[in-house]
């Protein structure tokens, strides 16, 4: 099952100062905007989200046809078929995927109730 773009969304308190906190840690801002509560910051092939306001807990995200630079990848996996294949796997969903072929997303809890966004933001066709 390939899933995508890992990165880790983290709900932040203050967005400037967390911004500064990772840029010193070798971390530069990909996407986002501070207007708009989010920024995306990559360091290597990793990446994170900070997120003010948005959500109450850390989530970790996968992104179904971006690679780690959020560019759009030649071939993947529909987010549609990955949800068909962990429900038929027994895995729950707290939210499910909407039918069609464009963005949408699905969330699950892994066994210590830790939030799994996977997050697809482009069409399949």
Known sequence: ?????????????????????????GFSVIGGTEEHNFLILKNGETNIGLFQGMFDKN????????????????SFTDIRELQKELKDKGVSLIKEAEEGTGPTSCTLLDPDGNPILIDQHRSSS
């Open 59 to 74: 989530i970790l995200t996968f992104n179904p046809g971006w690679d780690s630079n959020g560019k759009d990848t030649q």
């Open 1 to 25: 099952m390939e899933l995508g773009n890992f990165s880790i969304s983290l709900n932040v308190k203050d967005l400037a100062k967390s911004k500064e906190f990772y840029e010193k840690l």
